[in-house]
């Protein structure tokens, strides 16, 4: 089985992500709103095309941007075809390495500690000659050969003392912690939009996408102090359809909203298995965590119980294990080990009749992401064929929808997102709970690199496609969020 249009030699890398220290849960069952929390306006959130949330912490520190550039070139004679509106990204050569992995620049970014190049750019451009037990793990002839026209972010000045830590590393978000905040008077300009004939949807848009997700608890909080009444009650009866599920969910805590999405995705007829896979295998240790906490107080019940009466085989089994939040988040690479579990998943896999599911899930359930992207270059030239592509043809359905999301997050996770809300919109009709969720969730952690990752990809901007797809004050409010 083939998967056209998506190997990784043209997926963009991005090295020092995600954030560290972006963490904002409030205390495993302190969440404002109450068990069976009513269902949003707008449809429930429906399966989004194939594609495929990394979290705040534990992803290592960023090693600088890759050189500028755009798109790789046309694909190698037998390469995939096109990727949506770029050149398209080419199948590896018979007999090259992981050319599509560019070398990482040894320069730190916004302070932080150089990070480990990966084989293909070694520091110096040499490939260490002994390791722990004197073995090589790498064949001695590697090819440090990288794209001429990578896809990069424009550096930006990130020296913001008092923001969190994702803010110095590297990502930026759309949604800063708005200053001179004063919740008790959002609180009443958001009374006055909503009190008499009519509502003053402005209002609510210029408080609502310019405040930060602690702030607009806050101004939650002031709201029922002074006027005894809850805000998100009252913003649902004034509001309807896409603007209300917009607004509720910027309201609703970033975990409370995770845990809210899976219990959406997982009851009524059928199962959302797209946003099991964006939520589960996207996010840190510490927010499965406290996801896995939030469910089990909100709604009587264990996550993994749901998981396991909705899913089956070897997607249940990946699930299953993103439900720990066990994933190795150091930031150190064993290249020794990356080599032995190249070999293993070729031998796994491709280098045999049949698939053995358990090692795959094995290794890419538990290893961090600078290890799987080391893994991959050692098994691109084991297998001359990338792995992305090896997953493609051994599995299929949802079980190789949530390999895949793990490999490309640990690829690129702003260009995992950027894909994700392509989907979202191209065709006809809109996937507007992806495009919320993915908006509202990204806002305060990586958003501004997923708009320059979208714009590479796609040759248009995240602001243009919302305002062709959406209208009225749904429109509006993506836009204040999304920003142009």
Avoid: H
């Avoid at 408080?207 to 930060?212: E, G, L, M, P, Y």
């Avoid at 607004?247 to 975990?255: G, S």
């Avoid at 806002?443 to 243009?464: C, G, H, N, P, W």
């Amino acid at each position: 089985m083939s998967y056209p249009g998506y190997p990784p030699t043209g997926y963009p890398t991005f090295p020092g992500y995600p954030p560290a220290g972006q963490e904002s849960f409030l205390p495993p069952g302190q969440y404002p709103y109450p068990s069976g929390f009513p269902p949003m306006g707008g449809s429930p959130y429906p399966p989004a095309p194939s594609a495929g949330y990394p979290g705040a912490g534990g992803y290592p520190v960023p090693g600088g941007y890759p050189a500028p550039g755009g798109y790789p070139g046309a694909p190698q004679p037998g390469g995939a075809t096109s990727y949506p509106g770029g050149q398209g990204f080419g199948a590896l050569p018979a007999g090259a390495g992981f050319s599509g992995y560019p070398q990482l620049p040894s320069q730190s970014y916004a302070g932080g500690p150089p990070q480990v190049s990966l084989p293909g750019g070694f520091p110096g451009g040499q490939m260490p000659s002994q390791y722990p037990g004197g073995r090589a793990p790498f064949p001695s002839q590697i090819s440090t050969e990288s794209f001429s026209s990578y896809p990069v972010f424009s550096p930006v000045s990130l020296d913001y003392s008092s923001e969190p830590a994702a803010m110095t590393q590297g990502t930026q978000g759309t949604i800063r912690p708005a200053a001179n905040f004063d919740p008790m008077r959002d609180a009443e300009i958001l009374r006055k939009a909503m009190k008499g004939f009519g509502t003053d949807e402005q209002a609510i848009v210029d408080v609502v996408a310019n405040r930060s997700n602690d702030q607009r608890q806050k101004i939650k909080a002031a709201f029922k102090t002074m006027y005894g009444k809850d805000l998100i009650q009252d913003l649902k009866s004034e509001l309807s359809g896409n603007v209300e599920e917009l607004i509720i969910a910027l309201f609703m805590p970033p975990t409370y909203y995770d845990a809210w999405s899976l219990r959406n995705a997982l009851q009524g007829i059928g199962t959302q298995e797209r946003v099991l896979i964006e939520i589960l295998c996207t996010r840190t240790n510490q927010e499965i965590r406290e996801i896995v906490k939030c469910y089990k107080s909100e709604y009587g019940r264990e996550l993994e119980k749901g998981i396991k009466s909705d899913t089956s085989g070897c997607f249940e089994c990946l699930l299953i294990s993103m439900c720990q939040g066990n994933r190795d988040e150091s930031q150190s690479i064993n290249y020794q080990m990356a080599q032995e579990d190249a070999q293993r998943l070729y031998q796994a896999g491709e280098g045999r009749l049949g698939t053995n599911e358990s090692c795959f899930n094995a290794i890419l359930a538990t290893r961090s992401f600078p290890q799987l992207r080391a893994t991959m270059e050692a098994y691109s030239r084991i297998a001359n064929r990338d792995l992305i592509s090896s997953v493609s043809r051994e599995f299929s359905g949802y079980a190789e929808s949530g390999w895949k999301a793990i490999l490309k997050c640990a690829l690129n996770p702003p260009a995992f997102f950027a894909e994700r809300l392509y989907n979202s919109m191209k065709g006809a009709g809109t996937d507007d709970s992806t495009l919320i969720r993915i908006v509202v969730t990204r806002s305060e952690i990586d958003l501004v690199q997923i708009k320059q990752m979208f714009t590479q990809m796609y040759q248009k901007t995240l602001a243009t496609m919302i305002a062709s797809d959406t209208s009225g004050d749904y429109r509006k409010l993506l836009l204040a969020i999304v920003g142009q």
